[in-house]
């Protein structure tokens, strides 16, 4: 079980946060959204979900659904991935210009295996220890229980160099009551949990990334443009339409959010007025 230090109320201050992601390499902050939240959010996410396909390999979940390019599928997430705690977590772990890297629904379904422990941050090749890449959030839109599939997790072991989690080392599974938010950076071990009963367990894991970092997704390419212009100016940001500073990601020799504004059309090469 987690222990009562990795525990946070609603009220948790950006400090609570990234002292225990500092120490622990993860934080549980309970109960931050409503009932009422929570359960418009599941019930968009499941009009998505009747169409969606469980995995493709075991590391997927072969009962497991997974909804990708979250952003161009529904709106219940716009204003969690820019909460103001969020932003001040990721900012003082990860620095300015972070940026969205893999936003994804995960509805682990009845039977569903335990995954391998991995870390997120993997997929970029930089040599341990090094400053952190990656920091995740999952949504628990459910509650998270050791039966259902509660994501296991390696505290501290954000600070190992060249040790793997092995048979013997130490899991704490994260518990956490429907509307909950796990913080955790993409240096800690952790994997999500065997689900032992007969419901699926929803969560949602939004990721960032540096800003200097090529996120997993290709946010520009997977959420279309129609979209992107309805959404919050800070979000457009976080999915490839902003810059690291001080030029990173610009269109064009333009800041790509005015290339997103551009109405104007494109003949033979040539942009009309």
């Known amino acids: 079980m987690v222990t009562e230090m990795s525990r946070l109320d609603a009220k948790a201050s950006v400090d609570d946060v990234t002292a225990r992601l500092k120490q622990d390499g993860y934080a549980i902050v309970e109960r931050f959204l409503s009932e009422?939240?929570?359960r418009a959010k599941k019930e968009d996410l499941y009009r998505?979900?009747?169409?969606t396909p469980t995995g493709r390999n075991d590391f997927e979940g072969f009962q497991t659904q997974r909804i990708y390019a979250l952003f161009a599928k529904t709106r219940v997430f716009d204003q969690a991935a820019i909460d103001p705690l969020l932003m001040g977590v990721l900012e003082q772990v990860l620095g300015q210009g972070f940026t969205l890297s893999a936003p994804t629904a995960i509805n682990i379904g009845p039977g569903e295996t335990a995954q391998n422990l991995h870390t997120d941050d993997i997929v970029?090749?930089?040599?341990?220890?090094?400053?952190e890449l990656v920091v995740n959030t999952m949504w628990c839109l459910d509650d998270f229980t050791e039966e259902n599939g509660a994501t296991h997790?390696?505290?501290?072991?954000?600070?190992?160099i060249d040790e793997r989690p092995d048979e013997s080392s130490q899991t704490i599974r994260a518990v956490a009551p429907a509307g909950s938010v796990i913080f955790f950076v993409g240096s800690v071990w952790h994997g999500g949990g065997a689900n032992n009963t007969q419901k699926p367990r929803l969560g949602v894991i939004i990721e960032y990334c540096a800003g200097w970092l090529r996120p997993q997704e290709n946010h520009v390419i997977g959420v279309p443009k129609e979209i992107m212009r309805q959404l919050p100016q800070r979000l457009q940001e976080l999915l490839g339409y902003g810059v690291y500073p001080p030029f990173l990601g610009n269109v064009d020799g333009r800041h790509p959010r005015k290339y997103l504004d551009d109405?104007?059309?494109v003949s033979n090469g040539v942009v009309e007025p």
């Open 263 to 265: 109405q104007r059309k």
């Open 36 to 38: 009422d939240d929570v």
């Open 153 to 160: 997790i390696a505290p501290g072991s954000h600070e190992w």
């Open 48 to 51: 998505v979900l009747r169409s």
């Open 124 to 131: 970029y090749p930089a040599a341990r220890p090094h400053r």
